[in-house]
């Protein structure tokens, strides 16, 4: 008696993730994100249609699409770029089998797009005069940012006095903040008690430079 072979096509059950971070520098590409078609038995199912697109945010696939469709290996897997946007803040893209109705073949993923390193700065308070030994009018404030212009938050900022016997409300002449989520730095300054300028450096690492406020003592 002769026996018949019969070829069970192998039915998507679930895409699985391999390789995706959770957060990277807002701007970057992350590089060759792999997505495994598998079956019950999590067998891989190669030569399968699998549907990758953006969901939410502002990024785009490969060379700047926001969906593409690729075609699975004999490994049952698919490689695509995943190119962040400038603005920080939450991406996701959802991979899909075209077709399928297991629950599982259908999957998204969220990466939190970052500021990346300071790159610049910005100040506001400058040039303020007061009354000798008081407290100015307004803060000296500092806010840091990448080279996209994204806030970036938990920065640490020095202020040094340069010129004047001015003093911070620590009563010293330097004092070590952070950022707040805005990016940014606000700090009291006392003017000297002689009349004249006081003049004060504001050092952040990463930023090729210096920001400088001046203030001036009135008798």
């Known amino acids: ?127 303020q005069g007061g009354a000798a030994g008081e407290k100015l009018p307004k803060p000296l404030k500092v806010q840091v940012l990448d080279e996209y212009e994204n806030p970036i938050p938990e920065w640490p900022v020095v202020y040094a006095v340069e010129l004047g016997d001015g003093s911070f409300d620590n009563g010293k002449q330097e004092i070590k903040v952070k950022t707040d989520k805005r990016g940014e730095t606000g700090i009291a300054f006392r003017v000297g008690s002689e009349p004249g300028f006081n003049t004060v450096k504001v050092t952040v690492d990463g930023v090729g430079r210096d920001l400088k406020f001046q203030a001036m003592s009135m008798s």
């Open 1 to 127: 008696m002769l026996s018949a072979s019969v070829d069970v096509t192998r039915q998507p059950h679930a895409l699985r993730l391999l390789n995706a971070p959770k957060e990277e520098a807002a701007g970057r590409t992350i590089k060759q994100i792999v997505v495994q078609l598998v079956d019950e038995a999590e067998n891989a199912i190669p030569g399968r249609k699998v549907v990758i697109g953006v969901d939410k945010g502002e990024s785009s696939l490969n060379t700047g699409d926001p969906e593409v469709t690729l075609t699975t290996d004999d490994k049952g897997e698919v490689r695509f770029d995943w190119n962040l946007p400038h603005r920080a803040g939450l991406q996701t893209f959802t991979a899909s089998v075209p077709g399928s109705e297991a629950a599982g073949t259908r999957i998204s993923h969220t990466v939190m797009a970052k500021p990346g390193l300071p790159r610049k700065l910005k100040q506001f308070g400058n040039n």
